[in-house]
């Protein structure tokens, strides 16, 4: 169900995008109004949300700790993944938000005769994700190529090294194909393993398969259909300028391209996508495993009822003095409770 | 064992489906099955910790008695802790359903339920919040993978959220760290706003607060209790063992979790600290007071929690000791670790703890001013301030499970690790895969360690047992040791279901085992009053 809403979800912008611009000519709408509004509401909605977390304060010092703490002078300690101090959680986030590490922890855990449990090899997913995150970053980047004028040097790096195997004309960019590949990957493990069809949400179906039409018609556009590039640089510098204007003649595969990307930008704060931003938030990642050494202070703890010492001897006080324990008040107050006790009975 | 329901037996149980239903998770109604959940709280232990909704009630039954305006408590206690815990929050938004932590939770791999996926087992809730606190939830419904908060699906959160360990297991695995503990531990609170609580987890909190321990021990039989094993102590070795009990003007204050006061064989690890403290000559005492390092409270709510923990800095302070010493135990830890200053602290009445012995400077607790037993006798060792004969371990083959709180909330592995070896003379390790940071749990963590839910227990713990058979088989180990009072009350039920030739011991009774203490006599006999290997003849001769 799922994948069927999502994929008819983003076949009807697809739908929409092109008649809007083949039948209605509403080229302004879909290359200038609405990606202006789809970045805005991006950005906006992004901070507002970054924010929402950040508000939210950390009670307790919950990171999980994936190796061994410092604590005496000779055990050799785990400093990326049990972190003591700042450095060690700016290299472990780091790792974690480049290399994906915790991802690339990933076991297969298998049932056996006998019955025996086996953990395999299983690297897909982390190399999936890992393949369609940087593709889909270098993609994002290279398109710096359309919004600056002059290029900067980066980004004609980035083309180039990207576009290094020189196949046709022009050269073929590895990472539209990487991201495509990814993204399909993506999808057909959704589908196929019965588990993650199982957990899987529209939410889940919706942006791969709308980042899936972005990368096909971004494929589509610059190696097949060969949209007029000079218009298609015009639009975008003047977006970029805050001076747009619409150059006749630019095809509609272009505006459904433009259209399906706006898309994603304004769906983004309100989706899960939003675990770009909050995996730098993640208590249990970003925390130095030292609330032993440091004491970390909980901004709404409050006071809370308790059982004292006082109460405890008075309730045991007699069993406590004939086992030879050490008491607070001795004799006279227990006398007096003796009396009380005796005069209860009478 | 459990009542009414029979646990099945191994060959039957580990015959599990992985396939997930064919009707979708959230058409899919719980099933309370027997042997898989625990009994609900009795009234007489909410009202002694002064708890909303006491009553009689049964987890099977239909009606659990709520109040009635249950849902608006329930969503008003999600909206008070969404804008309190930033992780409650953020694991609500974040995650994208890949699917990693799905087969390393030990209760999905023991059960193959869905429900049991962390993933899924965090979606039941996800879902709730998508409908009352997300614009898409409340527009879009079940496209955005909303629902409504029903009485079966607060009967759904029930049954799940107590059949998670909260053994973090999941937050090693998940890309965003994502941890299913802390929303198991936000569940579990907002069933304490209804009163539904286990019967398992309340007794205890309520002993706890009243008592000072789990068991409800009173200070009289904790005496009694240490003195029996001093006794016991003293047959093996001849020699006399006098711990003092509340002793103001201690260096030191020991606090252990109860289970090691009672019931085997937490005893035997109990015997390995006061033999190893007395041959130190260690100036140190216990409490009957703060007698529980262990707590029950945590997996009710943090409010109880650190009602509960309040005793330990308390009686550190009333009595005026230096610092505290922790012995082996596993939740205990972790909030000793990450929790226990924050909810007390400044602990600045005390000393940065240092090793009277060694003099070493314990800089990893200058401030909660807490050491834990491993750090302690691993340094003791490490300075050769012991003497040890590890072939008094020689009938023993050992390997060492780590528990999940102390690895995954602290990341204690080698100072056990290093202990072991200078104890025994043969230990194996699990698995890469199944210690660590990546160990199993035992399967009956975070207060499931209960008669009744018997099959739920073997389930979990059976990627436990796997790896420990797994060890058995290779190289014939029969002790798996660890650091854990859960462990050591749980995993003998474990062992002697999957594993039956292995037994169960704390990393002190290996050492009270081997310590050579100045005076004993010629020892015949291990902890637990069996022959030592080779003085078996000897035995025979007395008899």
């Known amino acids: 169900m799922g994948a069927m809403v999502s994929l008819v979800a983003v076949l009807v912008l697809i739908l929409i995008a092109y008649v809007g611009v083949k039948v209605l000519s509403l080229q302004a709408l879909f290359g200038v109004f609405i990606p202006y509004l789809a970045v805005l509401t991006f950005f906006v909605g992004f901070i507002l949300r970054i924010l929402k977390w950040a508000r939210v304060p950390v009670p307790f010092h919950i990171p999980t700790t994936c190796g061994q703490q410092k604590s005496l002078p000779w055990i050799h300690y785990s400093r990326i993944e049990s972190p003591a101090g700042t450095w060690g959680v700016v290299v472990r986030m780091a790792m974690e938000v480049l290399l994906f590490r915790s991802l690339f922890r990933n076991l297969k855990t298998e049932l056996h005769d006998g019955p025996k449990l086996a953990y395999g090899w299983e690297k897909w997913l982390w190399l999936g994700g890992f393949v369609f995150h940087w593709s889909f970053l270098i993609v994002l980047l290279r398109h710096l190529r359309f919004f600056t004028q002059p290029v900067p040097g ?102 459904v391209h433009i259209f399906l990307i706006s898309t994603l930008f304004a769906y983004f704060p309100f989706s899960k996508l939003v675990h770009l931003g909050g995996v730098f938030l993640s208590p249990t990642r970003n925390l130095a495993n030292n609330s032993r050494m440091k004491r970390h202070v909980n901004p709404w703890n409050y006071p809370v009822k308790v059982h004292t010492y006082e109460e405890y001897e008075e309730e045991f006080r007699d069993k406590m003095k004939m086992a030879g324990i050490p008491v607070e008040k001795d004799e006279p107050e227990t006398a007096e409770a003796d009396s009380e006790e005796s005069e209860g009975k009478e | 064992m459990a009542k009414g329901a029979k646990t099945p037996k191994p060959e039957e149980l580990s015959k599990i489906d992985y396939s997930p239903p064919k009707t979708r998770w959230m058409e899919t109604p719980v099933e309370f099955k027997p042997g898989t959940f625990c009994y609900g709280a009795r009234p007489k232990y909410l009202e002694e910790v002064d708890f909303p909704n006491p009553r009689e009630w049964a987890s099977a039954d239909e009606d659990w008695k709520l109040p ?62 998508r409908k009352y606190f997300t614009s898409g939830g409340k527009l879009l419904g079940k496209y955005a993978g909303a629902r409504e908060l029903t009485y079966e699906v607060f009967k759904e959160w029930w049954y799940y959220y107590y059949q998670c360990t909260e053994c973090r297991r999941c937050s090693v695995f998940c890309p965003y760290g994502i941890d299913q503990a802390e929303i198991t531990i936000m569940g579990r609170e907002l069933f304490n706003l209804l009163g539904c609580n286990t019967d398992w987890i309340a007794g205890p909190v309520a002993n706890c607060y009243h008592k000072g321990n789990h068991l409800g021990l009173e200070p009289h039989t904790i005496q009694s209790n240490i003195e029996m094993m001093c006794d016991d102590i003293e047959e093996i070795t001849g020699i006399r063992i006098e711990p003092s009990f509340n002793r103001k003007g201690a260096e030191i204050l020991f606090v252990t979790p109860s289970g090691d006061l009672f019931g085997l064989p937490g005893v035997y ?166 210690i660590r940071e990546k160990t199993f749990c035992c399967g009956s963590g975070s207060g499931l360690n209960a008669g009744e839910n018997m099959e739920l227990r073997m389930r979990g713990g059976f990627p436990r047992a796997n790896a420990v058979r797994h060890v058995h088989e290779k190289y014939g180990v029969n002790m798996l040791a660890n650091i854990c009072a859960i462990d050591r009350a749980a995993l003998p039920t474990l062992m002697q279901y999957w594993v039956p030739e292995v037994d169960v011991c704390g990393v002190h009774e290996l050492v009270g085992n081997a310590l050579v203490m100045t005076g004993e006599t010629e020892r015949t006999m291990d902890l637990r009053l069996e022959p030592l290997p080779g003085k078996e003849d000897t035995e025979e001769e007395d008899e």
């Open chain 2, 269 to 434: 690890t109990c015997m390995g600290y006061l033999m190893l403290f007395h041959e130190l000559g260690l100036d140190y005492t216990w409490s009957t007071y703060a007698s529980e390092g262990g707590n029950f409270g945590f997996f009710t709510s943090n409010e109880m929690a650190k009602r509960l923990h309040y005793k330990i800095y308390a009686e550190a302070k009333r009595l005026g000791v230096k610092y505290i010493i922790g012995g082996e135990c596993g939740h205990m830890w972790r909030l000793i670790h990450q929790y226990l200053d924050t909810w007390h602290g400044p602990a600045d009445f005390m000393e940065v703890p240092r090793s009277p012995i060694t003099g070493t400077v314990f800089e990893n607790a200058k401030a909660t001013k807490m050491v834990h037993v491993t750090e302690f006798t691993a340094d003791l060792i490490r300075h050769g301030k012991l003497k040890l004969d590890p072939s008094r371990n020689d009938h023993l083959k050992i390997t060492f499970h780590d528990s999940c709180n102390t690895s995954r909330g602290m990341g204690i592995f080698e100072e056990p690790r290093y202990i072991i070896q200078n104890v025994v003379n043969h230990f194996y390790e699990m698995p890469e895969d199944t």
């Open chain 2, 68 to 129: 009635e305006n249950w849902k608006e408590i329930v969503l008003e206690g999600m909206k008070d802790r969404l804008g309190k815990y930033r992780s409650f929050q953020l694991f609500m938004d974040i995650c994208v359903r890949c699917g990693a932590c799905a087969d390393k939770c030990h209760f999905y791999i023991g059960s193959g339920d869905p429900k049991n996926m962390p993933v899924l087992r965090a979606e039941l809730m996800r879902s709730v919040y």
């Open chain 1, 154 to 255: 980066f980004v004609k790096i980035m083309d180039a090294v990207d576009g290094f195997l020189q196949i046709g004309s022009p050269h073929l960019l590895m990472t539209g194909v990487t991201l495509l590949a990814a993204v399909t990957y993506l999808l057909i493990r959704r589908f196929y393993i019965p588990q993650v069809r199982y957990i899987s949400l529209p939410a889940d179906y919706f942006p791969l398969f709308l980042i899936f039409g972005i990368a096909s018609t971004g494929i589509l556009m610059r190696y097949f259909l060969k949209v007029d590039i000079i218009k298609v640089k015009e639009l975008t510098l003047g977006l970029a300028s805050l001076s747009p204007k619409v150059p006749d003649g630019i095809g509609a595969i272009f505006y």
